[in-house]
């Protein structure tokens, strides 16, 4: 699958169109989403089964705990207003003791565990104690296949460096970041295309470009990969000083595409770096390993962000 398209005139085009848009926007968020809230068809723009898979596991706990919460509250409720006096069990006082024995109830019916302590002696409680228990299986089907979804997805779980940066390479400069794997399967098959989105000062436009890499594929990543686009005549950014990122609105647009060998399935991944996030003259540290008794190399992946501040190569 092509991570872009070139239309017949040769220019790139990632689907963005050519709309200058203002300097803050930027195509990528941090986290690799597309910048893109789509609106217009009301309800139908709305996917609440792909929030649930690509959400936070924060906000799906509390999804889930202010859900189960909320129906037995919804449920105990019904309970109070059929009335007390129609449930066998009841050991409270108080009206709100009352209350709190129906809520509790209601947990044990929703998720048909039944202590059996408490228990409906008139038909209107239990046709309320029935479609509770049917809407109880029904929501924890849903959310198994939830949780099995979010377990059983392939990822790609790339972790990229805090910066990219303009450093020495050969006789000339590069722009260069570096991934890491996050996990302990193995990510194979990498392959990475890399574009610059910015607006031409003469035109006005949004264009993209396409840069070269000194290697645009690697077998596999066991450590880290620094992925170097040489600034050489041909770069769309040769001769590019620091102020022209930012002049020009410019980011860079990290396409990955890889093989996540546990499931055997493609997987990818997108990042991008704007201007503020460019440092100028810097080149990253080797990454330290180190090796255990039993033969094991060992390295700490967070250390893709170290780097120095160098002088760059001055180019003609």
């Known amino acids: 699958m092509a991570f872009f398209t070139k239309k017949a005139t040769g220019e790139l085009e990632l689907g963005f169109g050519k709309k200058a848009y203002s300097s803050n926007s930027r195509f990528l968020n941090e986290d690799g989403s597309v910048n893109i809230k789509r609106t217009g068809m009301g309800m139908e723009n709305i996917d609440f089964y792909n929030w649930l898979i690509t959400t936070s596991s924060f906000n799906l706990a509390v ?45 044990q019916t929703l998720t048909t565990l039944g202590y059996g302590h408490m228990h409906p002696i008139s038909n209107s409680a239990s046709v309320i104690a ?17 949780l099995y979804g979010r377990f059983s997805r392939p990822k790609a779980d790339l972790l990229y460096s805090e910066k990219i940066v303009v450093a020495p390479y050969d006789d000339i400069n590069g722009l260069m970041f570096r991934i890491a794997n996050k996990k302990q399967y193995e990510l194979i098959e990498l392959e990475a295309n890399i574009v610059i989105s910015f607006i ?23 450590l880290s990969w620094t992925i170097v686009h040489p600034i050489d005549n041909n770069s769309p950014v040769f001769g590019w000083r620091e102020e022209d990122y930012s002049r020009n609105h410019a980011e ?58 160098v002088k760059l190569n001055e180019v003609v």
């Not at 029935?130 to 939830?146: C, I, K, N, P, R």
């Open 130 to 146: 029935a479609l509770e228990s049917l809407l109880g299986l029904m929501s924890f089907a849903l959310a198994t296949g939830v």
């Open 63 to 107: 999804v889930i705990l202010t859900g189960y919460i909320l129906v037995n509250f919804v449920f105990a409720v019904g309970y109070y207003l059929v009335g007390p006096e129609n449930f066998g069990g009841i050991t409270a006082v108080t009206e709100m003791g009352k209350f709190f024995n129906l809520f509790f109830f209601s947990a």
């Open 252 to 309: 860079v647009i990290i396409l990955i595409r890889a093989i996540n060998d546990t499931f055997s399935q493609t997987v990818y991944s997108r990042k991008s770096y704007k201007a503020h996030e460019l440092i100028f003259g810097a080149k990253f540290n080797p990454l330290p390993t180190n090796q255990n008794k039993q033969g094991k190399i060992r390295v700490s992946v967070t250390d893709i962000h170290k780097y120095d501040i």
């Open 200 to 222: 031409n000062p003469i035109s006005g436009k949004r264009e993209f470009e396409r840069l070269n890499l000194e290697v645009s594929r690697i077998n596999f990543i066991p």
